[in-house]
């Protein structure tokens, strides 16, 4: 049993288009992550998210933690090749854990 | 570059052998942390040390084995291996705000 569920797992579409990344669970969260990773190379940390309704922006990629802590969006607009990737959300189940659990993954593909 | 560094990076090996993987954290972080990326499982937390104590276990066959050293090197001990057991491995360190760095990682093959 998936704590962190992500959905798509697979996605592909075109460039300039805008997509929704989803990281759902049962459980609450006391903060979650967000990671990127490209082929060959370990993930990479985007961001942070602690308080439930926080929204984080990084340039193109807004990131949103759920009221209740529970689930997070990646919202990534007019996307470009160079966002290709393996997007991985982990959470932390309380304060300073030291366990991070992580989502299985969404593949994203942006063709150009 | 996320400053640790994990060795080999590839490994092919049959099964039933043992295999040693090597991982150097960044410069000042004590912490290190070991998960297992296979292709229908995602990232899962094998183990985890702290300045050479385990401080936290997840799903870690009694076949493997970790520690960490007093230069803060830490080693994944892989035994009687078997084909499942290909996949991914990787080493992270933590620094003071939480953030993991991770390794490239090490690939096993099992044949």
């Known amino acids: 049993t998936q704590l962190l569920e992500q959905s798509p797992q697979f996605l592909s579409i075109q460039e300039g288009e805008n997509l929704t990344v989803y990281c759902n669970s049962s459980s609450v969260f006391s903060s979650l992550q967000w990671y990127r990773q490209e082929p060959g190379e370990g993930p990479v940390l985007l961001v942070t998210v602690v308080t439930g309704g926080e929204v984080k922006k990084l340039k193109r990629l807004t990131f949103q933690f759920g009221d209740a802590r529970k689930d997070s969006s990646l919202h990534i607009t007019a996307a470009q090749p160079g966002d290709t990737g393996l997007y991985l959300c982990?959470?932390?189940?309380?304060?300073?854990?030291?366990?991070?659990?992580f989502g299985q993954g969404t593949r994203l593909t942006i063709n150009p | 570059d996320s400053g640790v560094t994990q060795t080999p990076k590839h490994l092919i090996t049959a099964t039933g052998q043992r295999v040693t993987l090597r991982c150097s954290p960044r410069?000042?972080?004590?912490?290190v942390y070991w998960y297992q990326q296979s292709l229908d499982q995602g990232l899962q937390f094998l183990i985890q040390?702290?300045?050479?104590?385990?401080?936290a276990k997840g799903n870690i066959l009694e076949r493997f084995s970790a520690q960490q050293f007093p230069d803060l090197h830490s080693e994944l001990n892989l035994s009687s291996l078997e084909l499942g057991d290909s996949a991914l491995y990787f080493c992270?360190?933590?620094?003071?705000?939480?953030?993991?760095?991770f390794g490239e990682g090490s690939r096993l093959t099992v044949l």
């Open positions: 410069s000042g972080d004590l912490s």
């Open positions: 040390y702290y300045n050479g104590e385990e401080r």
């Open positions: 982990a959470g932390a189940r309380v304060q300073g854990a030291q366990k991070l659990v």
């Open positions: 992270a360190s933590r620094d003071g705000t939480g953030e993991l760095f």
